[in-house]
């Protein structure tokens, strides 16, 4: 089993022949005939036997890329070979000129494309595009009568026309349809929004007049890049900060974002230095982002976190700078000095003057008039006398706003 899984793929060997010059390279079965590029040979096909030209000798490919049945080349073309095709070349030109007569003689809404004759002249073939079906009865007949063989006529599409006719598309390379493409893929505008390209018809838009057969080539690797981009108007996470991402460069795996802090202000990141907090356009119903949510921007700060004991880390903590924070700071302080001692006692009294009016606003006039009698008393007898003045200034100047509710 292993050594059937071992061999290498098969090989067959084939010549390469072009029907007419421009047109799409078929493979054929050498048959045991040496060809070079160049020589007429007579193939068999499956409207008979034809004449073509060897676009490439003889060479081997691989079996999965033919086309089975391949065909046989019967033989070398000798002279006669070739005069027989001058004259089917001549038949043909005269044929297209004669058929052309006919439509519009007889009025048909049908655009003839092209006319070719079998190798043998045992019939002539005439292709022609119609946006609807047309009733050819009488064509046939006024076409059978003048050339006396055989008469076919088939409607084609646009697309089949480009392959037949051939020509150069907007790249400046022969169609592809009449190159190597074996079968027309499906294309869609989704495949041109995807690729963000213009939405012009006549810039996406073929000589058929049908999208390009290009846009297929392309489709998956689009598909596969925005699978690891976000999505237009994102929010997301960058070094700088968060921000909301304006444009996709889906090429070059870049975005654009607009950020939270300077909304005139974009910047450019790659996808791999941001984080994605919201993919695509937020919604009546998507729950709101959290405002310390930001994995890269705040990962820096995070990271100083890690010291060693005992060590105060001012990180994203956000203090709320009350007389309450203050006094708490002031005594956790260390007391090395006399004045440094004062400062818990001041700032104590900072407190209850900031809580005093919650407890005490129903009696806040009874004391109104008694510091200036009791102010000489503690000048007299007490060992305190130069703080309670200070103390009296103090309430002075507490009291203040509840003067005039004593005068009402």
């Keep these: 089993m292993s050594d059937h899984n071992n061999q290498t793929p098969s090989v067959v060997e084939v010549v390469d022949i072009q029907f007419r010059p421009g047109q ?27 004449y073509g030209i060897c676009a490439a000798g003889n060479h081997s490919i691989s079996q999965k890329d033919v086309v089975a049945p391949l065909r046989p080349v019967l033989r070398l073309a000798n ?19 004669v ?5 519009d003689a007889l009025g048909l809404d ?22 609807e079906r047309v009733d050819f009865r009488e064509l046939v007949k006024n076409l059978a009568s003048t050339f006396h063989t055989r008469i076919e006529l088939r409607q084609i599409g646009v697309r089949d026309k480009a392959r037949m006719v051939g020509g150069l598309g907007i790249c400046g390379r022969p169609f592809c349809c009449a190159s190597f493409l074996d079968d027309f893929q499906p294309v869609s505008i989704k495949m041109a929004k995807t690729q963000n390209l213009s939405l012009n018809p006549t810039k996406i838009s073929g ?31 960058t070094p700088d900060g968060r921000g909301t991402v304006v444009e996709i460069d889906l090429l070059r795996q870049r ?11 974009t910047e450019v990141y790659a996808n791999s230095d941001i984080a994605i907090l919201r993919n695509g356009k937020a919604k009546k119903n998507d729950p709101p982002i959290p405002a310390d949510l930001a994995p890269i921007s705040g990962s820096g700060k995070r990271a100083k976190k890690g010291q060693a004991d005992g060590e105060l ?15 708490e700071e002031q005594v956790l302080a ?33 004391p109104a008039e008694k510091p200036a009698q009791a102010a000489p008393k503690a000048a007299e007898g007490s060992s305190d006398a130069p703080k309670k003045p200070g103390k009296s200034r103090h309430r002075r100047r507490h009291k203040k706003p509840a003067g005039p509710k004593t005068e009402a």
């Design 334 to 366: 260390p007391k090395d000095t006399g004045e440094e001692t004062k400062a818990p006692s001041k700032n104590r009294s900072r407190r209850r003057r900031h809580h005093k009016p919650k407890a005490a606003n129903a009696q806040p006039a009874q």
């Design 110 to 131: 049908m655009q003839l494309v092209s006319a070719e004759c079998a190798f043998d002249g045992s019939k002539i073939l005439f292709f022609f595009t119609a946006d």
């Design 99 to 103: 058929c052309l007569q006919q439509i």
């Design 313 to 327: 880390v001012l990180d994203s903590i956000k203090f709320r700078y009350s007389e309450e924070t203050i006094a």
């Design 79 to 97: 002279v006669q070979d070739q005069k027989v095709a001058a004259e089917n070349q001549e038949k043909e030109r005269k044929a297209y000129q």
């Design 24 to 50: 799409k390279v078929y493979y054929f079965d050498p048959n045991g005939i040496t060809c070079k590029p160049g020589d007429p040979v007579i193939i068999d096909t499956a409207r008979g036997p034809e």
């Design 207 to 237: 000589t058929c007049g049908r999208l390009m057969c290009c846009l297929k080539y392309e489709q998956d690797a689009y598909e596969d890049l925005i699978r690891s981009s976000p999505k237009l108007e994102s929010f997301v996470d």
């Design 255 to 265: 975005v654009k974002v607009k950020l939270e802090g300077a909304l005139e202000t």
